[in-house]
T-cell receptor
């Protein structure tokens, strides 16, 4: 089955700096990769996703890149703000496995210091 | 609020008791998922439904766990003979899958936090 690893587990940056979170996956059949943000005590919320036919996707300060050959994808947050502080989860999903449920990484706790 | 709702939000029970959680998905969503999340970890898939049919169950789902979605709307997750290891946040999510589109965003509920004493 799919296995998703995520690094780093914690990340602290100064406000205005960039943050990068990396994930690797094991199942070459995975072809959909969402990123969720979970603030303390709140539900996970989708912030960006990428499909396997695309190498990069950007939405304002957030971007995701995908390298299918190496089986890794990354989340990039530029001009970080204190409200970006949260736990970020990457996930991978395959139409062939698990009926499109997601396999999540263990999460990265991002702290943006003012 | 028209998002995914879950009830109760918190449940404290003694080991050996049965508990039941409810999830109400976004009304037009045909897929409903259950996940379990422990502290410091990402959500782990338990099971999912398409309409009323339960199509997949994780190996994590022991025979003490059962889920239903009798009318293709709300779903219940029951845990029988609870154990301390069942303590976790139980998250429900829903999505709309239609036509040729393979993937749709899963919208999560606020979760039910279970504590087994």
């Amino acid at each position: 089955g799919e296995n998703v690893e995520q690094h780093p587990s914690t990340l602290s940056v100064q406000e205005g700096d960039s943050a990068v979170i990396k994930c690797t996956y094991s199942d070459s059949a995975s072809n959909y990769f969402p990123w969720y943000k979970q603030e303390l005590g709140k539900r996970p919320q989708l912030i960006i996703d990428i499909r396997s036919n695309v190498g990069e996707k950007k939405d304002q300060r957030i971007a995701v890149t995908l390298n299918k050959t190496a089986k890794h994808f990354s989340l990039h947050i530029t001009e970080t703000q204190p409200e970006d502080s949260a736990v970020y989860f990457c996930a991978a999903s395959s139409r062939e496995n698990y009926g499109q449920n997601f396999v999540f990484g263990p999460g990265t706790r991002l702290s943006v210091l003012p | 609020d028209t998002g995914v709702s879950q009830d109760p939000r918190h449940k404290i029970t003694k080991r050996g008791q049965n508990v039941t959680f409810r999830c109400d998905p976004i009304s037009e969503h045909n897929r409903l998922y259950w996940y379990r999340q422990t502290l410091g970890q990402g959500p782990e898939f338990l099971t999912y439904f398409q309409n009323e049919a339960q199509l997949e169950k994780s190996r994590l789902l022991s025979d003490r766990f059962s889920a239903e979605r009798p009318k293709g709307s709300f779903s219940t997750l029951e845990i029988q003979r609870t154990e301390q290891g069942d303590s976790a946040m139980y998250l429900c999510a829903s999505s709309l899958v239609s036509g040729g589109r393979a993937y749709n965003e899963q919208f999560f509920g606020p979760g039910t936090r279970l504590t087994v004493l």
